[in-house]
């Protein structure tokens, strides 16, 4: 089983999908690593904003910024190796990464959310 990490750029929250216009690409993202942790697979997310110093120890993340500048995050890394730059996983790299069949992450359905996702207390 693989150890998947993203290093996502600065956003508000942890997951990006807080606030009255929520990025379905986020929410995609977000739920389908939720469905991956239940499942039993690391997925760790790392945010610019709230974690620089994850980018600054990770050699090869470290090193795509310095090259690249923040435009090429999010980062996606998996098992130390750099796999996917600029955009994130699809559903397909998900289950590929995670040893599953696609079908159990195909089947995600999206649900638009009211509120925040940040924390307990309100909005970021």
Known sequence: MSKIEIFDPAMCCATG?????????????????NTLTKKGITVIRYGLSA????????KKVNEY?????????PITVVDGEVVKTR???TQAEFAKWAG???????????????GCCCDEGGCC
């Open 17 to 33: 999908i807080c606030g009255p216009g929520i990025d379905q690409e986020l929410l995609r993202v977000a739920t389908t690593i």
């Open 51 to 58: 974690e620089p110093q994850a980018f600054i120890d990770h």
């Open 65 to 73: 910024l310095m090259k690249e500048e923040v435009e090429v995050l």
């Open 87 to 89: 955009e994130y996983p």
């Open 100 to 114: 599953l069949p696609i079908e159990e992450l195909a089947s995600i359905v999206l649900e638009k959310q009211q």
